[in-house]
């Protein structure tokens, strides 16, 4: 196959599901267990008021499916030209099969196309989307469909009122063609394991029992220093890399975790608030699917238009960064 210059966003989908819990619900369900927390310190600390969890049923697979359904209606792409499949998950349906070959199976893709799951925490979409620009852009691939994907009500210990206030389920997707045009234009991806211990689910399976705990567990306050401290620098490497300067962006689009560090990094890149996309106060934290959720949000309400350029960026448990410049 042919290399080209550039992989491109040809269409983008998302999907909540339907179970929306407010701060006031949430402060309700903790105080069963005698943990006191309430609406006025959830949004002042973190910009959230609500978030989406999953019913019982319903696995990471199915929201990425719903997802992928949209964005490849979006892209009028038929099905069976999508050639790679990438989920960005920290909640997969299973130990394996991938969550991406549970999402080719449900869509009905028989054509043989790779699937694989990229696992980089909250930082994973920046993860997928650039290894799957580097697959298309060698020539590998032609047509990717690149998920965020999350069941983080899953992991979430209620009686932790540091962590079950910030995260919820959802799923954004692109699908992503070769191009010749400009599309995406550069990324950076980074990642120091020795912060391993600040944001984790430091469980594991032996003999089919959980071994250690499978809850997520946030040292919040030092992944917060981390954060503001990791996203300007990786989001000023990207755009170096694209040879722009931060004025040349139309949309920041970063990781939805807390409107404080969000805000910090808009104003260290000096841009106007308005220029960022922020999906935080309705969706929570949704680890992966958030940057593709809010991308796909800000698509539909008619902000993002053709030939926009987007500033991602992304920071989560491993410890794991990046960024991506795309152009729409
Ligand atoms: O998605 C991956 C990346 N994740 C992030 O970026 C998250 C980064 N971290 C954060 O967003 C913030 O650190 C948090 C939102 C998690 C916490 O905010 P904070 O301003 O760092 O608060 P804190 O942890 O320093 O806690 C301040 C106080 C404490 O009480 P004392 O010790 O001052 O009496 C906490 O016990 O707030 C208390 N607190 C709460 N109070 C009511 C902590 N959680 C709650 C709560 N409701 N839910």
């Known amino acids: ?38 609406d006025e310190w959830i949004v002042a600390r973190t910009g959230i008021h609500s978030r989406y969890f999953s019913t019982p049923e319903q696995a990471t697979s199915d929201l990425a499916l719903i997802a992928a359904r949209r964005a490849l209606e979006a892209a009028r792409m038929d099905l069976q030209a999508i050639e790679l ?5 920290s909640t997969p349906d299973f130990v394996f099969p991938s969550t991406a070959c549970l999402v080719q199976d449900k869509l009905g893709i028989r054509n043989g196309s790779a699937a694989f799951d990229v696992q980089a925490v909250c930082s994973g ?17 032609r047509n990717a469909l690149v998920m965020g994907a999350e069941t983080f009500s899953r992991l979430l210990d209620f009686k932790d009122r540091t962590t079950c206030v910030l995260f919820g389920d959802g799923a954004g997707a692109v699908v992503l063609t070769a191009s010749d045009y400009p599309g995406l234009l550069a990324s950076a991806l980074h990642a120091d394991g020795s912060y391993a211990h600040i944001l984790c689910a430091p469980g594991n399976v032996n003999g089919g029992i959980v071994q250690g705990s499978a809850l997520l567990h946030m040292d919040g306050p030092a992944v917060f220093k981390l954060a503001v401290n990791v996203l300007e620098k990786v989001a000023r490497e990207a755009l170096a890399k694209a040879n722009m300067s931060a004025d040349q962006i139309d949309w920041l689009i970063p990781h939805q975790a807390n409107i404080r560090i969000m805000r ?30 809010a991308l796909d949000v800000a698509v ?27 152009c729409m």
């Open 125 to 141: 979409f920046v993860y997928a989307l650039a290894v799957a620009d580097g697959l298309i852009r060698g020539g590998t691939y």
């Open 300 to 326: 539909r309400d008619g902000r993002v238009k053709a030939g926009d350029r987007i500033l991602i960026e992304g920071v989560g448990g491993g410890f794991t960064w990046g960024a991506a410049i795309i």
């Open 85 to 89: 499949i990438i989920v960005a998950t």
């Open 264 to 293: 910090g990094t808009c104003r260290k890149l000096g841009l106007p608030l308005e220029r960022m996309v922020v999906t935080l106060g309705e969706h929570g934290n949704t680890s992966a699917a958030s940057i593709p959720l």
């Open 1 to 38: 196959m042919m290399a080209h210059s550039y992989s491109r966003v040809l269409g983008t989908g998302s999907y909540l599901p339907r179970i929306r819990i407010t701060n006031q619900t949430l402060a309700e369900r903790l105080a069963q267990y005698g943990i006191e927390t309430n």
